[in-house]
């Protein structure tokens, strides 16, 4: 089993930054992909990123540009840097992890997700 607990939402204006953390414990060395997804109030959920175990990462055309995932492998976190956001990007915020990679993170994470975190809100206001 792999616990995931994010951190780092928040409100923020349009054009402004967030980072959100993922810290993940317990049997990290089974997981090939991670990521995130998001989810609105009247959306469906949206994988966003993903980053496999080599570090390759794959992005949604809606935050291409300017979100940044990235992972500290010794520490278990992942990250997502969220640059230039807009208030179409207000939504609850979800780390995501699964034991298995078709191809890219971003795929995989989009058929199935084997484990994920509570959630952390992101509200962006313009």
């Known amino acids: 089993q792999v616990a995931l607990m994010e951190s780092g939402g928040g409100s923020v204006q349009a054009g402004g930054s967030l980072r959100l953390s993922c810290a993940a414990t317990?049997?990290?060395?089974?997981?090939?992909?991670m990521g995130w997804f998001r989810q609105g109030l009247t959306s469906e959920r949206e994988v966003i990123a993903g980053?496999?175990?080599?570090?390759?990462?794959t992005y949604a055309d809606s935050v291409k540009g300017r979100f940044t995932i990235s992972r500290d492998k010794a520490k278990n976190i992942l990250y997502l840097q969220m640059d230039n956001l807009k208030p179409e990007d207000t939504a609850m915020y979800y780390c995501?992890?699964?034991?298995?990679?078709?191809?890219?993170?971003?795929?995989?994470?989009?058929?199935?997700?084997?484990?994920r975190g509570q959630g952390t809100q992101v509200t962006v206001s313009s």
């Open positions: 995501a992890a699964d034991p298995f990679v078709d191809r890219s993170c971003l795929r995989s994470l989009s058929e199935r997700i084997e484990y």
């Open positions: 980053i496999d175990m080599r570090g390759s990462t």
């Open positions: 317990g049997a990290t060395y089974s997981v090939s992909c």
